[in-house]
């Protein structure tokens, strides 16, 4: 089986441009913030997508669906995650993260 390659991040994508930017996310965001002890990452990755859904993100959706895959979280749960969240965000968010999802879902083979 081939290996799985996640697309690349909305910041790998500007790193070029924008590398303060990058080296902020790579230190604080994922080397502070996501290795805290108070949540697990699993945890923290459905907040996340949950947030990004709400605010309408999909740019950095695609990329935190990947990791909540690999931290831990059911194809099942993203599902009923975004149905969810279609009573308190909308119904065009929803679509929108379910597209998004679907897609996701597809390439990110278990």
């Known amino acids: 089986m081939a ?5 690349p991040s ?3 994508r500007v790193r070029d441009v924008f ?23 699993r945890d923290r990755s ?3 997508v949950a947030a990004l859904v709400a605010l309408a993100q999909p740019d ?6 990947w990791r909540a895959l690999d931290n831990g ?12 969240l279609a009573f308190y965000c ?3 968010s929803a679509g929108s993260a379910a597209l998004i999802a679907k897609e996701v879902l597809a390439e990110h083979k278990p």
């Open 3 to 7: 290996a799985r390659t996640p697309p």
């Open 10 to 12: 909305t910041i790998g």
């Open 19 to 41: 590398p303060k930017l990058g080296e902020l996310t790579d230190k604080v965001v994922f080397g502070d913030v996501w290795e805290r002890p108070g949540l697990a990452k």
């Open 46 to 48: 459905l907040i996340t």
């Open 60 to 65: 950095q959706l695609r990329g935190h669906l």
């Open 73 to 84: 979280v059911k194809r099942e749960e993203i599902v009923e995650l975004i149905t969810h």
């Open 90 to 92: 909308g119904w065009p």
